[in-house]
């Protein structure tokens, strides 16, 4: 747990974002409006004016593109699978830019989390503690909208999926995150500091099915299934087998309670209370 005592950097101070096209980036650098803050993405020409084109699998792009950077916000790639190979293209970029810091996109409790996509960000996060470079890594629970990606389909049949049983997820919304992400690039005192972020409030899917049928007024319920028979049906669904497979395993784990992790810290930093589920929900 940390206290925080945070001031503000100079000015001047430059501050670079990876992935500056996705979801999460996109907001950060909302977030960071006013800073001097660039982005960098394979196609600069859709992320605004300052955009440095920069690719996770061409390390020389990456090297230009982190040049001048005091802080560098390292958004994990989305390649499951392959992405510990695109990390450590872009922490030895970072360290050959000379960078001054790294906020890197982790996984909540990256050294002990069994959920299959963990080792990946242990061992990014690894690397970039072997550079010497100092580092700060956000520790990221759920994305809310990972629930609601099929939001229609799921209120079309009135069931929300999983093999999660009563586990809890300590979810917050990709704004929350990303707010924190654009405090903690933009304000010194976190050097080297792990955060473990997550909302408030954890909830289970059973509730979440709940917290829908309330906002849009019609029967859902939550279903779990045996992980096998998740993992075919969203194979069923077009998931590609070997991530419908992380998905499945990933909510066994969390079952056992995986991201039952409520520590205050997003809120901490957000300076405010994470978004609710349902307040989420309402702008939906």
């Known amino acids: 747990m940390h206290f925080l005592k945070v001031s503000a950097y100079d000015p001047e101070t430059t501050i670079t974002v990876t992935g500056a096209t996705g979801h999460l980036g996109k907001l950060i650098l909302d977030s960071l409006k006013g800073h001097d803050v660039r982005g960098v993405a394979r196609r600069p020409e859709e992320a605004g004016s300052g955009a440095r084109y920069g690719d996770y699998d ?15 916000v390292f958004i994990s790639a989305s390649d499951v699978g392959r992405r510990l190979e695109q ?3 872009v922490v030895e970029a970072a360290a050959a830019a000379k960078v001054g ?13 069994p959920i299959p996509i963990s080792p990946e960000h242990l061992a990014t996060e690894e690397h970039i503690r072997s550079t010497g470079v100092p580092f700060t ?5 759920w994305y809310l909208e990972n629930y609601t990606g ?7 049949h009135g069931v929300v999926l999983g093999s999660a049983g009563d586990g809890r997820i ?25 955060y473990e972020l997550g909302g408030d409030h954890a909830f289970t899917l059973t509730e979440f099915a709940e917290a ?11 279903r779990d299934l045996p992980v096998e028979e998740y993992a075919r049906t969203l194979e069923g669904f077009g998931v590609p087998d070997r991530f419908a497979e992380i998905l499945a395993k990933s909510d ?3 079952a056992k309670g995986a991201l039952d992790v409520v520590t205050g810290e997003l809120s901490r930093l957000l300076g405010r209370p994470t978004t609710t589920l349902d307040e989420f929900l309402a702008t939906l």
């Open 150 to 156: 099929n939001l229609a389909a799921t209120l079309e």
């Open 137 to 141: 890594f956000l520790r990221n629970n």
């Open 87 to 89: 990390h450590r293209t």
């Open 58 to 72: 061409k390390p020389e792009s990456l090297v230009e593109a982190f040049e001048g950077s005091d802080v560098l």
């Open 101 to 113: 810091r790294i906020v890197y996109t982790s996984i909540t409790r990256a050294d002990t989390n």
């Open 170 to 194: 300590a979810g917050a919304t990709r704004a929350d995150f990303a707010a924190a992400a654009a405090v903690v690039a933009s304000t010194d005192g976190h050097d080297n500091a792990i």
């Open 252 to 254: 066994a784990e969390i």
């Open 212 to 222: 829908l049928a309330r906002r849009f007024q019609t029967p859902v319920s939550y």
